[in-house]
């Protein structure tokens, strides 16, 4: 859940990708700050449907703020779907994810980030979507390896990794937060750009 800080050594910051459009019309660009009261909004939501999950953004989560700051201060990308131009709104917010070079593992290794869908835009590819987005720029920054971590509540998110061929590591890790949050680690290995 909380982002850590950067590791030490330094990444190339590929261009982020230019907007596009992807299913039903929606248009996933680039997240910016003026986006935060949609995406906390998204994030709140989808917490929403698992009991004891709750978002404490000031006590907690103070980057969602400025997200696309936070992201960019760490030399990753963090992307927005939404349903019309301009910041986001809760609204027209459909989904949103973000990747940069993970904190405590090896050089090459990129963390995905905030991977969170509308409940009332679900199953429309906007996931599927946002973590191509993701495999496509952590590969062109040459990274090897993609990690996450989410919550145990999350079933529905798992099945999702799973289904994208991300393997869950053993054992958890407990947050000491709010929600009382414990997390599984899930590790894709990535093999270089063009190659499948």
Not at 85 to 114: N, Y
Not at 124 to 134: L, P, T, V, Y
Not at 174 to 183: G, K, M, N
Request: charged fraction near 20%; charge should be negative.
């Amino acid at each position: 859940m909380p982002d850590t800080a950067p590791r030490p050594h330094t990444t190339t910051r590929p261009d982020p990708p230019a907007p596009a459009r992807h299913g039903n019309a929606s248009l996933i660009r680039p997240l910016i700050d003026a986006d935060a009261p949609a995406l906390i909004d998204l994030i709140d939501r989808c917490w929403q449907a698992y009991p004891g999950c709750i978002l404490d953004v000031d006590g907690e989560l103070p980057e969602l703020r400025a997200y696309a700051s936070h992201v960019t201060a760490r030399g990753g990308n963090a992307w927005v779907a939404v349903d019309t131009a301009g910041p986001a709104t809760p609204a027209s917010i459909l989904a949103m994810a973000a990747t940069m070079p993970a904190a405590a593992e090896p050089p090459l290794t990129f963390e995905v980030h905030k991977l969170y869908v509308s409940p009332d835009a679900r199953r429309m590819g906007h996931a599927a979507a946002m973590i191509d987005r993701i495999i496509a720029t952590a590969r062109a920054a040459g990274a090897a390896h993609l990690t996450l971590w989410t919550d145990t509540r999350f079933t529905q998110a798992h099945a999702f990794y799973e289904a994208r061929d991300f393997i869950r590591a053993p054992g958890t890790r407990a947050l000491d937060d709010i929600s009382r949050s414990v997390e599984y680690r899930y590790d894709l290995p990535l093999s270089p750009a063009g190659q499948s």
